[in-house]
C-alpha cells in the first residue's frame, strides 16, 4: 500500500497583545478603605448610643437613617473597590 503524503503544518502562534494595563489612582485605595471604615464606624457608633443612655446629637435626630449612611459608605467602598487594578 502506498504511503501518503505528510503535510507540514506551519505552529500556530498568537498575536502580541499591546494593550497598556491600567493603574488605579493614587487616591483610590486610601478613599476605598476610609469609606469602609467610616461606614463601620458609624453603625458601630451607632448601636453603641442607642443601647446605653449617651447620646450623640446628630444621630439621635436621624434615628434609623444612620444603618442608611452606614451601608451607603460601606456600599461606595465597594463600588470603588472594583475599579482597583
Not at 5 to 31: D, E, G, H, M, N
Not at 48 to 66: E, G, K
Amino acid at each position: 500500500m502506498p504511503k501518503s503524503k505528510v503535510r507540514k503544518k506551519a505552529v500556530y502562534t498568537p498575536p502580541q497583545r499591546s494593550q497598556k494595563v491600567a493603574i488605579s489612582p493614587r487616591w483610590l485605595v486610601p478613599t476605598m478603605v476610609g469609606c469602609w471604615l467610616l461606614g463601620l464606624a458609624w453603625i458601630a457608633v451607632y448601636y453603641v448610643t442607642a443601647s446605653t443612655s449617651t447620646t450623640v446629637p446628630v444621630m439621635s435626630s436621624l434615628s434609623n437613617w444612620n444603618l442608611l449612611i452606614g451601608f451607603g459608605a460601606i456600599v461606595v467602598g465597594v463600588v470603588l473597590s472594583t475599579r482597583w487594578r
